[in-house]
């Protein structure tokens, strides 16, 4: 595996002229930490309400830190066993040997605000009609309003033949499972980089977390080939479920002419069904039967589901697209339920077309906290999600895109005039390597 360390020049990585770059920076510190006007509170509410917040990751966090500045004697409880946080749209620099591991660990409880209860037990059971969440010990945890932020679950085991404990090993990556598996996935695409060979990458058939990430993954792998002189020893195929590359039909455009420029094949209408590890073959289905891939080194992404707890509960979707797989029956635009009015979920659990990112999470917790507090208060919200979310689309070591759209697949630029979106540019680099997560730290501190 080489040892070089990565080098980024800014000179190859997209221009950004000096006066458009200090612009950004006036700009972009109001624009980054900016909270949704329908969001914002002058005073406290005095309340003796019981709010249960199921899961503490990002989505979590951010609703307790919102929820303590607005009201005044709540009792607001956080339920998570976790007690490590991870940063995880960080695990994709983890894996492409950008950021340690521990650049993604921290502990959940250091951004638990004060006055708010964490109990450190899994959520087992949510009884909407008894407005009650039970732990895994069996401990009630009653709620007069509940918001569900459980992320989801990583289902490796629909993979027939994959093995967790294998990931760094032959071949083997995934950057989703964990810090330590990210950084394993990044030691055995290095290897892959020194040496060549059939990179096979792809994304579930199933919603998921940050759906770029496959993307940047195949970017990434791509140009460390480049960077070692290998790329001409090495085939990369990139298999999407459907039959599109992103959501967004001009960002699908615009990834599928950067993968014929860099001769990176694709297929369309595949997921992944099974694994062999040792004999290094992938068996994807497809309309016309089980296709296998031979490898050499494989980033397997697996299905994502809601998790059991509320999978099992009242709260998922009865029928359509997300009824399958557990997502939480909410309005789109409240992220209220569509069924229990004290109900809300935000965040990767959250039933809506789009919004399993960090960014995301920014704009949809100040709107469900907001029309919690107007049931409080017995008036009416007028907050809106309209589906925001962002994705620093890494393109190759030093540049980005920083694309950002809504429910209507429409590019929502934050820097309007200044970054394009659909350019690569060493400034969206910068803002996904190195501004992102200060804010992102704001925001579970409910300053974001």
Not at 113 to 131: H, K, T, Y
Not at 352 to 366: F, R
Request: hydrophobic share 40%.
């Amino acid at each position: 595996m080489s040892k070089e360390p990565i080098v980024i020049d800014p000179s190859r990585s997209g221009r950004l002229d000096r006066r458009s770059f200090l612009k950004l920076g006036a700009a972009g510190a109001g624009t980054l930490l900016l909270l949704p006007d329908s969001a914002s509170a002058a005073t406290k509410v005095k309340t003796a309400a019981r709010i249960v917040i199921a899961g503490a990751g990002a989505a979590g966090l951010t609703a307790a830190a919102q929820l303590a500045q607005r009201l005044e004697g709540a009792q607001i409880t956080l339920v998570d066993a976790r007690k490590a946080h991870f940063y995880q749209p960080g695990f994709t620099l983890v894996a492409g040997g950008i950021k340690p591991a521990s650049y993604v660990v921290s502990s959940t409880r250091d951004y638990v605000p004060s006055g708010v209860e964490l109990i450190e037990e899994a959520v087992a059971e949510i009884d909407p009609e008894g407005r009650k969440v039970v732990t895994a010990t069996g401990k009630p945890v009653p709620y007069d309003y509940l918001i569900v932020a459980t992320g989801l679950r990583l289902d490796y085991a629909a993979i027939e033949g994959m093995d967790v404990e294998q990931i760094g090993n032959n071949g083997l990556g995934s950057i989703y499972h964990s810090p330590e598996k990210a950084a394993a996935t990044w030691q055995a695409m290095s290897k892959f980089a020194d040496s060549g060979g059939v990179g096979v990458f792809l994304r579930p058939g199933t919603e998921m977390k940050c759906a770029g990430a496959p993307l940047k993954y195949t970017f990434l792998t791509d140009d460390h080939l480049r960077r070692r002189g290998n790329r001409g020893k090495a085939e990369i195929i990139y298999n999407a479920n459907n039959k599109v590359l992103f959501s967004v039909p001009i960002v699908h455009e615009k990834v599928r002419m950067l993968f014929e420029e860099r001769d990176i094949r694709m297929n369309y209408e595949r997921t992944l069904a099974a694994i062999d590890l040792g004999k290094k073959i992938a068996t994807f289905k497809t309309a016309e039967g089980p296709v296998e891939l031979q490898y050499d080194f494989i980033n397997v992404i697996p299905p994502m589901r809601a998790a059991d707890a509320v999978r099992n509960s009242p709260l998922p979707w009865q029928e359509g697209n997300w009824a399958a797989d557990g997502w939480i029956e909410v309005d789109k635009h409240t992220l209220r339920h569509k069924r229990f009015d004290n109900v809300f979920a935000v965040g990767d659990v959250a039933g809506v077309p789009k919004g399993k990112t960090a960014a995301s999470v920014k704009w949809q917790v100040p709107v469900a906290v907001d029309h919690l507090v107007a049931q409080i208060e017995g008036r009416e919200s007028q907050a809106h999600y309209g589906g925001y979310t962002s994705c620093p689309l890494i393109t190759r070591l030093g540049q980005a895109m920083l694309i950002e759209f809504d429910y209507k697949d429409n590019l929502v630029p934050s820097f309007p005039g200044i970054i394009a979106p659909l350019e690569e540019l060493w400034i969206s680099w910068v803002m996904k390597t190195m501004a992102l997560k200060p804010t992102y730290i704001s925001m579970l501190h409910g300053r974001a």
